[in-house]
């Protein structure tokens, strides 16, 4: 099996494909200069105690105050708060976390306006993403992530990842890192420490320790509040980290910034991998050059084709997702309806639980799948979903097929969901049913190929078109319509075919590549 990530970077996202074996099997869109990501620590402000939910409302910053729960401030919150409150004050304080002297864990069952007013400065993390109208999710039981080890102040804990399933290396890890950890610091063994050596955690530790320590020397210089204490790697670093393993042997990414860090991240974390870390230099775009684009548009719509005419029916509403498994024409003849039954509801598994994390669903989900009557073929497709949804690193629960056919799916939600609209708009009517005479296209495209020639001070120019109309403009090369406007206006121009334009769309471009706006 090979893991491929593919990162598209444009000036408004970054776009992260990740490819297994090909398949498209998670799409991430990172907003630049996006805020709130899961992960971010906050210096915030209390806004309002709500006793009867238990909680308190907090601003970090964001147009909707955020959500704190009182089971989510940590047993150690008066610990985390005292050391803040030693942070804020003028007086010179030591970070160093062994010399503090922690106060004890909160009361499970007690009330958030016994610990919290209004008011008061706190620090959170983001547990949940803002998610249609709802503000962050927050959590004050703090935890830093590493490529091993994540980070847990004011604990003593060492705890391992139950997917490491060797007892002699779950003891083996566990005692590693109760030799080095610093006092009065938790930390939770990641899988992908399965086999590392002492040397590697040691130098992961004392970095997250700096993080930690150097968020609170930050705070101390600023009053401003809300601000980010300890901001998250971004999302295509972090998925790097979280995701990368012996199979990753692919990342390509078509930004020199970008193909910089990951290859400089790399390096520090597996410097033998720094060589799958490759800058796209086609002039076709990167989704296009590694039929990406083509997968998006079959994977995200509401009808999802998946074997043999075999269909899914996606249905999102508020409360929940709902997923019906459709065998279409796929019928063979020479088989009952039980088997026939079994195969299709077999493949749609599989195809679930990739568009699960594809479109990167939460809450709740039903799954409608055909209807079968043997005891053996239900429990044999609860197992096969069981085992799909293994590889996604969201948590998830799984209940067996009800008498009704039905299977139930809840998923961790932390971001919002993934969701592309795969229905264009008539590129020609813009939706009118009326259009203006085809014929004339070609000349607008050179009435505005003259414009730029005559105005913009560039080398060449670059038209994006569709391939079809690409094809009509180049075709007979030394007769070509291109070739024609090149020497008629005394300006070099390249054609470059992109799939994803609709039929009559085009940009044109200068020769640093940067869109030219009509």
Same mark, same amino acid.
């Given at each position: 099996?090979?893991?491929?990530?593919?990162?598209?970077?444009?000036?408004?996202?970054?776009?992260?494909?990740?490819?297994?074996?090909?398949?498209?099997?998670?799409?991430?869109?990172?907003?630049?200069?996006?805020?709130?990501?899961?992960?971010?620590?906050?210096?915030?402000?209390?806004?309002?105690?709500?006793?009867?939910?238990?909680?308190?409302?907090?601003?970090?910053?964001?147009?909707?105050?955020?959500?704190?729960?009182?089971?989510?401030?940590?047993?150690?919150?008066?610990?985390?708060?005292?050391?803040?409150?030693?942070?804020?004050?003028?007086?010179?304080?030591?970070?160093?976390?062994?010399?503090?002297?922690?106060?004890?864990?909160?009361?499970?069952?007690?009330?958030?306006?016994?610990?919290?007013?209004?008011?008061?400065?706190?620090?959170?993390?983001?547990?949940?993403?803002?998610?249609?109208?709802?503000?962050?999710?927050?959590?004050?039981?703090?935890?830093?992530?590493?490529?091993?080890?994540?980070?847990?102040?004011?604990?003593?804990?060492?705890?391992?990842?139950?997917?490491?399933?060797?007892?002699?290396?779950?003891?083996?890890?566990?005692?590693?890192?109760? *030799?080095?950890?610093?006092? %009065?610091?938790? +930390?939770?063994?990641? &899988?992908? $420490?399965?086999?590392?050596?002492? @040397?590697?955690? !040691?130098?992961?530790?004392?970095?997250?320790?700096?993080?930690?320590?150097?968020?609170?020397?930050?705070?101390?210089?600023?009053?401003?509040?809300?601000?980010?204490?300890?901001?998250?790697?971004?999302?295509?670093?972090?998925?790097?980290?979280?995701?990368?393993?012996?199979?990753?042997?692919?990342?390509?990414?078509?930004?020199?910034?970008?193909?910089?860090?990951?290859?400089?991240?790399?390096?520090?974390?597996?410097?033998?991998?720094?060589?799958?870390?490759?800058?796209?230099?086609?002039?076709?775009?990167?989704?296009?050059?590694?039929?990406?684009?083509?997968?998006?548009?079959?994977?995200?719509?509401?009808?999802?084709?998946?074997?043999?005419?075999?269909?899914?029916?996606?249905?999102?509403?508020?409360?929940?997702?709902?997923?019906?498994?459709? *065998?279409?024409?796929?019928? %063979?003849?020479? +088989?009952?309806?039980? &088997?026939? $039954?079994?195969?299709?509801?077999? @493949?749609?598994? !599989?195809?679930?639980?990739?568009?699960?994390?594809?479109?990167?669903?939460?809450?709740?989900?039903?799954?409608?799948?055909?209807?079968?009557?043997?005891?053996?073929?239900?429990?044999?497709?609860?197992?096969?979903?069981?085992?799909?949804?293994?590889?996604?690193?969201?948590?998830?629960?799984?209940?067996?097929?009800?008498?009704?056919?039905?299977?139930?799916?809840?998923?961790?939600?932390?971001?919002?969901?993934?969701?592309?609209?795969?229905?264009?708009?008539?590129?020609?009517?813009?939706?009118?049913?009326?259009?203006?005479?085809?014929?004339?296209?070609?000349?607008?495209?050179?009435?505005?190929?003259?414009?730029?020639?005559?105005?913009?001070?560039?080398?060449?120019?670059?038209?994006?078109?569709?391939?079809?109309?690409?094809?009509?403009?180049?075709?007979?090369?030394?007769?070509?319509?291109?070739?024609?406007?090149?020497?008629?206006?005394?300006?070099?121009?390249?054609?470059?075919?992109?799939?994803?334009?609709?039929?009559?769309?085009?940009?044109?471009?200068?020769?640093?590549?940067?869109?030219?706006?009509?």
């Amino acid at each position: 099996m090979s893991n491929e990530l593919i990162i598209d970077v444009n000036s408004k996202e970054v776009a992260i494909a990740l490819l297994r074996n090909k398949e498209l099997v998670e799409l991430n869109n990172e907003k630049n200069n996006i805020q709130f990501t899961v992960g971010d620590i906050y210096l915030a402000n209390v806004k309002k105690i709500m006793p009867s939910l238990n909680a308190a409302f907090v601003d970090v910053g964001y147009e909707k105050d955020a959500f704190l729960h009182y089971l989510d401030l940590g047993p150690q919150f008066q610990s985390l708060n005292k050391y803040l409150e030693f942070s804020l004050s003028p007086k010179n304080y030591s970070y160093d976390l062994s010399k503090f002297k922690p106060l004890p864990d909160i009361d499970k069952g007690g009330k958030i306006k016994d610990v919290l007013k209004a008011g008061q400065k706190i620090l959170v993390q983001i547990a949940k993403e803002p998610i249609s109208t709802k503000g962050p999710r927050l959590t004050s039981e703090i935890s830093i992530a590493g490529r091993n080890l994540v980070l847990i102040p004011f604990s003593n804990k060492v705890s391992v990842s139950q997917k490491i399933k060797s007892v002699e290396e779950r003891n083996r890890l566990i005692n590693l890192i109760k *030799s080095i950890k610093p006092s %009065k610091y938790g +930390v939770i063994i990641r &899988t992908v $420490a399965e086999g590392k050596r002492v @040397a590697d955690f !040691d130098a992961e530790l004392r970095e997250l320790v700096e993080k930690w320590e150097g968020a609170f020397m930050r705070i101390t210089e600023q009053t401003k509040v809300p601000s980010l204490a300890i901001g998250e790697l971004n999302r295509t670093s972090a998925i790097v980290r979280d995701m990368m393993d012996e199979t990753f042997n692919n990342i390509v990414v078509n930004d020199e910034t970008i193909y910089n860090d990951i290859k400089g991240y790399i390096y520090s974390i597996a410097p033998e991998k720094e060589k799958i870390v490759k800058l796209h230099k086609d002039k076709s775009p990167i989704f296009d050059f590694y039929g990406i684009e083509k997968q998006i548009k079959g994977l995200f719509g509401k009808t999802v084709v998946f074997k043999h005419g075999a269909y899914l029916v996606i249905e999102h509403t508020e409360a929940l997702h709902v997923i019906d498994v459709n *065998s279409g024409n796929r019928n %063979k003849k020479d +088989v009952d309806q039980e &088997t026939n $039954a079994l195969e299709v509801n077999l @493949a749609a598994a !599989d195809e679930i639980a990739r568009q699960l994390r594809l479109r990167d669903m939460g809450g709740i989900i039903v799954v409608d799948f055909i209807d079968m009557v043997t005891p053996e073929n239900r429990k044999r497709l609860y197992e096969r979903m069981k085992e799909n949804l293994k590889s996604d690193r969201a948590k998830n629960h799984l209940l067996p097929l009800s008498k009704f056919g039905l299977m139930e799916i809840t998923r961790q939600r932390v971001r919002p969901e993934m969701n592309i609209k795969t229905i264009e708009t008539c590129p020609v009517c813009k939706g009118t049913g009326e259009i203006e005479a085809a014929i004339l296209f070609i000349d607008e495209l050179e009435t505005h190929f003259k414009y730029l020639a005559e105005n913009i001070n560039a080398k060449h120019l670059i038209l994006k078109v569709h391939p079809f109309i690409g094809a009509f403009l180049t075709k007979g090369w030394f007769k070509s319509i291109r070739r024609q406007w090149v020497k008629k206006y005394k300006r070099k121009l390249n054609i470059e075919m992109v799939t994803k334009y609709h039929f009559m769309e085009f940009h044109f471009f200068d020769d640093k590549n940067e869109k030219i706006v009509l």
